[in-house]
């Protein structure tokens, strides 16, 4: 009977680690949560585009996930002053400030 649950405990373990590992809902290779990369990405996109009239619209879908405790307040940090910059007029550096969160990925 111990040896079936050390078998259970030690495949527990294993499948946690491989959930981990793999970033099942936590944390992306980029280091960003799933909804704040989602965020990064729609950001490069209006970037990309020089879409100000949606900036407004991005700007607060990041404080509505940062309230709603979706992405943390340091994504929301980083993803505003992504914003910023593209609303400064800096597309090109908004575009690559998006890239590198997003871990550049293309």
């Known amino acids: 009977m111990r040896a079936i649950s050390r078998s259970v405990g030690r495949l527990t373990a294993v499948i946690l680690i491989s959930c981990i590992a793999s970033g099942c809902g936590g944390v992306t290779s980029s280091g960003l949560s799933p909804a704040a990369f989602k965020l990064a990405r729609s950001s490069h996109v209006v970037a990309r585009t020089k879409a100000s009239d949606r900036l ?51």
């Open 56 to 106: 407004a619209e991005i700007a607060t879908a990041v404080s509505e996930a940062e309230s709603s405790g979706e992405i943390s307040g340091r994504e929301a940090a980083l993803l505003h002053d992504v914003l910023a910059t593209a609303e400064a007029g800096d597309w090109e550096r908004a575009s690559s400030e998006s890239r590198r969160l997003m871990g550049d990925r293309r």
